[in-house]
């Protein structure tokens, strides 16, 4: 059973950056597919980045591609989300989550492809 806890969210300006963190334990950290999301206000949690077990894969929804990095460092059973050039519509709950390493039945982009979940990290975008 894989424990995901985020950080490095908070308050930042329009046109800003930040790097979240997402530290894993519990498990074997390079046999997880790992990925982030988010989820607004009376919005649906939405897929924004992931990785390959590797590292050598990675995908991006297209709202953030260009501005977002997804990396791991499996030294640090860490994934990392560095966001650049932050808009108010970026404004969200965080999720960092973990799937199988191989997944036949469901897209890296969606939900369901993810056992596990962290508790999410709130970010702000200011205008």
């Known amino acids: 059973q894989v424990q995901l806890a985020e950080s490095g969210g908070g308050l930042v300006q329009a046109g800003g950056s930040l790097r979240l963190s997402c530290a894993a334990s519990g498990g074997t950290f390079s046999s997880y597919f790992m990925a982030w999301f988010r989820q607004a206000p009376g919005k649906e949690r939405e897929f924004v980045a992931a990785?390959?077990?590797?590292?050598?894969?990675?995908y991006y929804a297209d709202s953030v591609k260009g501005r977002a990095t997804i990396s791991r460092d499996t030294a640090k059973n860490t994934v990392y989300l560095q966001m650049n050039s932050l808009k108010p519509e970026d404004a969200s709950v965080y999720y960092c989550?973990?799937?199988?390493?191989?997944?036949?039945?469901?897209?890296?982009?969606?939900?369901?492809?993810?056992?596990?979940w962290g508790q999410g990290t709130q970010v702000t975008v200011s205008s």
């Open positions: 989550a973990a799937g199988p390493r191989d997944d036949v039945y469901y897209a890296y982009y969606t939900t369901r492809r993810y056992n596990y």
């Open positions: 990785i390959s077990w590797s590292g050598t894969r990675t």
